[in-house]
Nanobody
Framework: QVQLGESGGGLVQAGGSLRLSCAASGRTFGSYAMGWFRQAPGKEREFVAAISRSGSSTVYADSVKGRFTISRGNAKNTVYLQMNSLKPEDTAVYYC?????????????????WGQGTQVTVSS
């Protein structure tokens, strides 16, 4: 089992940047595919980005491609989401998630563990 904790959210102006971090407990972090999702008020939780166990493969939602970058440091048990050129529509609670069985995953049900989320607010 793994426990996840996000940090790095906050309030930023449109065009600005934020870097989210997700720290994982346990000694098997490298065996989990990791992902970021987000949920805006009144909307479904949606996929943002995913990274494979080794970090060699990444996948992004079309809405963030070219602006967001997911990375991981297995030695630090941490996954990151660098968010640049932020837009008001990026405003949401951002969640990190871990998948035990998938090499890389883009769908909610493929993930087994979730963090509590961190709020990102982008003002216009």
């Amino acid at each position: 089992q793994v426990q996840l904790g996000e940090s790095g959210g906050g309030l930023v102006q449109a065009g600005g940047s934020l870097r989210l971090s997700c720290a994982a407990s346990g000694r098997t972090f490298g065996s989990y595919a990791m992902g970021w999702f987000r949920q805006a008020p009144g909307k479904e939780r949606e996929f943002v980005a995913a990274i494979s166990r080794s970090g060699s493969s990444t996948v992004y939602a079309d809405s963030v491609k070219g602006r967001f970058t997911i990375s991981r440091g297995n030695a630090k048990n941490t996954v990151y989401l660098q968010m640049n050129s932020l837009k008001p529509e990026d405003t949401a609670v951002y969640y990190c998630a871990a998948s035990r069985d998938r090499t890389i995953a883009t769908i909610r049900y493929e993930y087994d563990y979730w963090g509590q989320g961190t709020q990102v607010t982008v003002s216009s």
